[in-house]
């Protein structure tokens, strides 16, 4: 699999690029972080450290290098990071990634997880060879799932919450997207 292949272009659906996070990303990234609302019902930790951003992609940046690891900034149109996305547990031997996304809550409701999941799942396919994606938004994150079933997704299952971060409680609803019903659709 190639380290660092060519990244997405714009989307013909909403005016959005992707580009492999880097340091000059980190002030935008910290920026939109922050917000406890996109926190919740992420990953990210809260409150999110002042030195957060710079942290994570600088951790990042040699995971991508090796190809186990891919992060993106979303920018839109004019160049502004709306949010993040990228693949985890990445295995080029397994054909096999994790989706991740994130969209600052100024950008909510416009389209850009949409369009820019749609492009990293071309990257994925195509640039990657990867055969499988999955993803697990909390089941309560309506906007998230809503996402992946406008990309095609299929619902797979609802899983037990392994994050200390959530609620003993909460579940994670597992999605799944294939190659050949990515490239079928």
Known sequence: MPHD?????FSTLTDVRLVPIDIEHAEA???LAED??????TNLPEPYPPD?????????LPKRQVGVEYAFAILE??????GVN??????????????????????????????ANRLLLDYSFEALALRRIIARPLLRN???????????FRFVETQRN???????????????????RWTAA
């Open 5 to 9: 292949p060519q990244p997405p272009s």
């Open 29 to 31: 990234v910290q920026r």
């Open 36 to 41: 406890p609302r996109v926190a919740a019902m």
């Open 52 to 60: 957060g951003a710079l942290h994570w992609i600088r951790y990042l």
């Open 77 to 82: 149109a004019g160049g502004e990071v709306v």
């Open 86 to 115: 990228g693949l985890v547990e990445v295995s080029a031997a397994q054909g096999f990634a994790e989706l991740g996304y994130w969209i600052g809550r100024p950008y909510w409701g416009r389209g850009y997880a949409t369009a």
């Open 142 to 152: 309506h906007a998230s799932r809503r996402v992946l079933e406008k990309l095609g």
């Open 162 to 180: 392994p994050f200390a971060k959530f609620e003993p409680d909460d579940r994670l609803a597992v999605y799944e997207m294939t190659a050949e």
